[in-house]
């Protein structure tokens, strides 16, 4: 079955064969950038290169379901979720909350795990945590800039900034942050002059 959903297309193979399922899940996890999710048993859906292939193909046969997006697309979806949750954020707030978007890393799973996107405010700054987000996207993200989100700078887990050099690649990165996207800007106010 085919089936598209949103900006996402979904496919699901039924009654897959074992060794079938091990394929596909070995094929994906070498390139996940050519598959955005990867689901089977019931499990919420995942980028491929953060699936435990000896857990995804237990079964005999079974349900194998993948889904594909057009990173373009799903880039401007995520700077536009970004930039509306940030908006949201009263300036003084020191607060930390969950939002929702509409860009593929928030249409995968189940509604209460769709949340798990953070938005911290803090009195020097606002950070953004977006997990789940699939190799193909968070490598156009780091190309692009935080400035395209309206935010200053990516952060690792740890919290720690970066930047990618020019020369850079993307990919060895995205790879170490393991489907989180994470940025931060600044509170601070311009002095006018």
Not at 8 to 22: D, F, G, H, Q, S
Not at 74 to 90: F, H, I, M
Not at 140 to 146: I, K, M, N, R, T
Request: proline content about 9%; charged content about 25%.
């Amino acid at each position: 079955m085919i089936e598209a959903r949103d900006s996402m297309i979904w496919v699901e193979l039924t009654n897959t064969p074992k060794k079938i399922c091990r394929e596909i899940a070995l094929r994906a996890a070498e390139d996940p950038a050519r598959t955005a999710y990867l689901t089977t048993l019931g499990d919420p859906p995942k980028p491929p290169d953060q699936i435990d292939p000896k857990r995804f193909c237990q079964e005999n046969f079974m349900e194998v379901r993948f889904a594909l997006i057009d990173p373009l697309i799903e880039l401007n979806r995520l700077t536009a979720d970004v930039q509306k949750a940030v908006a949201s954020v009263p300036a003084n707030a020191a607060q930390k909350t969950s939002f929702v978007g509409s860009a593929a890393p928030f249409q995968v799973g189940q509604p209460a795990e769709n949340s798990s996107a953070i938005i911290e405010s803090g009195p020097d700054r606002v950070r953004v945590a977006i997990p789940n987000v699939p190799l193909a996207l968070c490598r156009l993200a780091l190309q692009v800039g935080p400035e395209a989100f309206g935010m200053d700078a990516f952060e690792h887990p740890d919290g720690t900034a970066f930047r990618l050099a020019k020369w850079q690649s993307s990919d060895p990165v995205c790879r170490t942050l393991k489907g989180l996207l994470a940025m931060s800007r600044s509170k601070a106010v311009p002095k006018s002059g």
